[in-house]
């Protein structure tokens, strides 16, 4: 299957410092056998969000992985970017992430992440952090074949 991963960053976007969970997570996927058909480095911009997911899903990525912007920081806006242009929430991945992270740190209640279907893309919304994008995602991990599956119409024997 085809990924795209996407930084959602105003200071690494500006260069201010090198993006280190977009890379985080190409590793974690490429582990999994998985293709990286895209990848972007962005700024905190609700439509620049939209966007580039928009554009992600019409170039075959069933799975695109944001990271940044889940947080409740004034700029934190990649949650609303996603639902402004979802057809349906999947809230079950939203809470498996803040449970699994909850294991580690007590501010994972904070986080917003969450699981949508984007016209024919499974879109998962992870932490900015490194280390906690790549714990979310796999945290989920065992439900995205499926959902990438569901998301572009495939037949299921299920």
Known sequence: ???GIITVSDRA???DYEDQ???ALRDTLKERGWQIGAEAIIPDDLTRIQET??????QGCGLILTTGGTGISERDVTPEAIRGIMRVEIPGFGE?????????TPNAILSR?????????????????PAGAVECFVSVCGAIDHSVKLAQRVPSSC
């Open 113 to 129: 992440a969450l699981a949508a279907v984007v016209e024919r893309s499974l879109v998962v919304a992870l932490p900015g952090k």
């Open 53 to 58: 997911i928009r554009s992600f899903s019409s």
């Open 21 to 23: 969970s977009g890379p």
């Open 96 to 104: 498996t992430m803040r449970f699994s992270s909850l294991q580690t």
């Open 1 to 3: 299957m085809l990924a």
């Open 13 to 15: 976007s500006r260069g």
